[in-house]
Every structure is written in structure tokens, then in C-alpha cells.
């Protein structure tokens, strides 16, 4: 069982619509992060948080929009999607850059989400 | 800038076969390198690990040694099992970007096991 919890496992939603992705863990870690992955490629960064603040975003559109409530919750807001964003969309979650650079990233299991 | 190269396949082996995958890499400092794992219809799984030069990562009867000599951080499996059918990817985190919280990804080696 991953330690990363996502939620939910699969989504389809139109172009028009509004949805949000949900992630938590409780090991303590206080970096967190999306991803996008496509098929057959290796997942591509999106936004990180630091102790809940926003540290990276990779110049991701504006038609989505991360939040971190507290330091165990990770959401993803999406309004206005394209098709091509359809993929899987990946959480996880690592020992902040503070507590040393060997810490692995922890994954989810993914969204899976169709844009039609 | 970072960079890791691994081959790309697909391999596709016969039970008990060697796996081995190469996994070359390019980073300023001196990174970390991971080996990931990812099932049919999972997430990524954090296989083995090394942080410095000489380290040898293993788990679930595969290896990795952290070559800084020749940049590479190849995973090796003595007897591959049906279940060992997934996607590897190889990863660094470069500690000399140290506010930087990106892990740069190979671009993923897809293996199938037939019985």
C-alpha cells in the first residue's frame, strides 16, 4: 500500500467543467508535489510546496491551480481543461531540502483523468 | 544542466533471464541517483538508492552501483520474474542546487517478463 494517498483514482470531466484533485500523507514530510506523467514518459514536475508554501511552479497554465491547506493535504484545482491535458496526474511527497538531499520522493498511485 | 540518460527499449526478457538496464547521468555537485519502478497502473515506487560514489543500492534482488567515475548507475537483476514487468526509471537529485527541489528522470525503460 503507498503511503500517499490519492484521490480520486479516476476522473472525466468536460472542458467547462470545475474539479479538484486530492492528495494527503501522514509520514511527516513537509515538501510536496504534482505531476503530470503521459504515457509511456517519464512524469514531468508541476508545482512543489515547502512547508507549505509554494516553492516551484514549472510555468504551469493558470488553468491549474494548487493548494496546500496544511502540511499533510495537497490539492489541485482544475477549471477550463483542454484535452491534452488528459494523463495521469501524480502526488508525492519527500523530507524537505533542510533535512539533507537524499530523500526519496514518495508517490501516489495517480488521477487518471480524461479531459473530453 | 542535469541530465539522465537510460535506455530506452522496450526489453523484453524470457523468466530467470539478467536484466540489466544502462543509466548514464550529467549533474553539477555530486547527486544522489534513484532507480524507480512503476507497475501497470501505479505510481512510482522508490526501488534502491545511492548517495555517494561506490554506494550500492538493492532491493527485491536488484542492484545498482553509483559509478562517478563513468556516470553511471547501472540496475542489474540475476533472475527476472514475471512480476518484474514494469517501467524503470532512473533519477538523480543534485544536492549542489540547493534550493531546488527537482528530480530530473530518465526517460523510462519498459520491461516484460514472458513465463
Not at chain 1, 472542458?15 to 509511456?40: I, V
Not at chain 2, 544522489?32 to 545511492?50: D, H, I, M, R, T
Request: aromatic share 10%; net charge neutral.
Amino acid at each position: 500500500d503507498t503511503e500517499v494517498t490519492q484521490t480520486p483514482k479516476h476522473l472525466v470531466m468536460g472542458m467547462t467543467n470545475k474539479k479538484s484533485l486530492k492528495c494527503e500523507q501522514h509520514m511527516g514530510h513537509r515538501a510536496m508535489y504534482w505531476y503530470k506523467q503521459k504515457a509511456k514518459k517519464p512524469p514531468e514536475l508541476m508545482f512543489v510546496y515547502s512547508y507549505e508554501k509554494l516553492s516551484i511552479n514549472e510555468s504551469v497554465p493558470s488553468r491549474f491551480s494548487p493548494e496546500c491547506p496544511n502540511s499533510s493535504l495537497l490539492n489541485l484545482h482544475l477549471h477550463a481543461l483542454q484535452p491534452e491535458d488528459s494523463a495521469l496526474y501524480l502526488c508525492a511527497s519527500s523530507q524537505s531540502r533542510d533535512r539533507g538531499f537524499n530523500s526519496p520522493l514518495h508517490f501516489g498511485n495517480g488521477t487518471r483523468l480524461t479531459v473530453t | 544542466g542535469n541530465s539522465v540518460t537510460q535506455m530506452e527499449g522496450p526489453v523484453t526478457l524470457s523468466e530467470e533471464a539478467f536484466l540489466t538496464i544502462n543509466c548514464t547521468y550529467t549533474a553539477t555537485g555530486y547527486p544522489s541517483l534513484f532507480w524507480y519502478v512503476q507497475y501497470p497502473g501505479e505510481g512510482l515506487q522508490l526501488l534502491l538508492k545511492a548517495t555517494k560514489a561506490d554506494d550500492k543500492g538493492s532491493n527485491k534482488g536488484f542492484e545498482a552501483t553509483y559509478r562517478k567515475e563513468t556516470t553511471s548507475f547501472h540496475l542489474e537483476k540475476g533472475s527476472v520474474q514475471v512480476s518484474d514487468s514494469a517501467v524503470y526509471f532512473c533519477a538523480l537529485s543534485d544536492p549542489g542546487r540547493s534550493n531546488d527541489y527537482k528530480l530530473s528522470f530518465g526517460a523510462g525503460t519498459t520491461v516484460t517478463v514472458r513465463a
